[in-house]
């Protein structure tokens, strides 16, 4: 059983590079949703999806896009990658209900230079 | 408006003796409450939750948290530290009305002196 999975587990830009993260769950789960890690300030919202088709904004969306066309995907793409972007991202899903945990990907180092 | 305050950026305890890690939330709805485990370089694991059962939840690694709406608390606790409980934990609130609100809070780094 994979879970959440997240490529690529390290990743150097630099500025003004665009890449994807990509994340895949196989747990069938509606909610997925991308997080960034920096010290001190715990994890941010960036973006989440409640189901194919539909995305939303968190805490921190500047600077990125999602796209969420099958259940199983949810890719997280930097259009023109800046240093302030420098971070550890998280993938995590969940089922579509408002008791669910939340299953997180081992995470993404990206480093910008 | 919710919210998630956990109380130590930092605790340290020695190896065999007990672990408090305090977590406050605020909510307007009957939350759900969950703590987190990451280890270095590492995904966040769950250690238990709550939603609305047990006010006392048991969850991995002998690890245990109790509800307390009164005082809208959610501690995490264990009776004996071991050294590989080092990690860095997250209390989270997740509101009962739409799924996407789900609040972390900034984190508690649990050291263990040998």
């Known amino acids: ?113 | 408006a919710q919210s998630v305050t956990q109380l130590d950026s930092h605790v340290s305890v020695s190896e065999g003796t007990p672990v408090l890690l305090r977590c406050n939330y605020s909510s307007s709805y009957s939350p759900s409450l969950f703590w987190y485990v990451q280890h270095p370089n590492k995904g966040l694991q769950l250690l238990l939750k709550y939603t609305s059962a047990a006010t006392l939840v048991k969850g991995i690694n002998g690890f245990e948290a109790e509800f307390k709406k009164s005082e809208t608390s959610f501690h995490l606790t264990k009776p004996s530290a071991h050294m590989s409980d080092a990690a860095e934990y997250f209390c989270v609130v997740r509101n009962s009305v739409g799924a996407s609100k789900i609040i972390f809070g900034s984190g508690t780094r649990l050291s263990i002196r040998p």
Not at chain 1, 100 to 111: A, D, K, N, Q, W
Request: proline share 4%; net charge negative.
């Open chain 1, 1 to 113: 059983n994979a879970g959440v999975t997240q490529t690529p587990k390290f990743q150097v830009l630099k500025t003004g590079q665009s890449m994807t993260l990509q994340c895949a769950q196989d747990m069938n789960h509606e909610y997925m949703s991308w997080y960034r890690q920096d010290p001190g300030m715990g994890l941010r919202l960036i973006h989440y999806s409640v189901g194919a088709g539909i995305t939303d904004q968190g805490e921190v969306p500047n600077g990125y896009n999602v796209s969420r066309s099958t259940t199983e995907d949810f890719p997280l793409r930097l259009l023109s990658a800046a240093p302030s972007q420098t971070s550890v991202y998280f993938c995590a899903s969940s089922y579509r209900t408002d008791t669910g945990e939340l299953f997180f990907g081992e995470g993404s180092r990206l480093t910008v230079l």
